[in-house]
Nanobody
Framework: QVQLVESGGGLVQPGGSLRLSCAAS????????MGWYRQAPGKQRELVAT???????NYLDSVKGRFTISRDNAKNTMYLQMNSLKAEDTAVYYC?????????WGQGTQVSVSS
């Protein structure tokens, strides 16, 4: 059974930082492209960042320079370091594992940026 479990969300003031984690089980982790998505109220889910097993990364333009995605294949864990957070980063953040036709999702973790 595949499980992706996110943690690290919470409430932070503008300009603050959070680090999200996604622990994966039930998959051969390094086979998969791992990604973070987010969905704000009333908006569609959007891709925030991806990290391929070869280390290649990709980011949503609005988070470039502020967010850093990383993965530890030995620990089957992916991270998202979020710095200089803005109110518009408020959303539920989801972990995703993708390989060809296989697509798995975590349950999501809430990130709220507010003073």
């Amino acid at each position: 059974q595949v499980q992706l479990v996110e943690s690290g969300g919470g409430l932070v003031q503008p300009g603050g930082s959070l680090r999200l984690s996604c622990a994966a089980s039930g998959i051969i982790f390094w086979f998969y492209t791992m990604g973070w998505y987010r969905q704000a109220p009333g908006k569609q889910r959007e891709l925030v960042a991806t990290a391929m097993s070869n280390g290649r990364t990709n980011y949503l333009d609005s988070v470039k320079g502020r967010f850093t995605i990383s993965r530890d294949n030995a620990k089957n864990t992916m991270y998202l370091q979020m710095n200089s957070l803005k109110a518009e980063d408020t959303a539920v953040y989801y972990c995703n594992a993708n390989r060809l036709e296989e697509d798995y999702w975590g349950q999501g973790t809430q990130v709220s940026v507010s003073s």
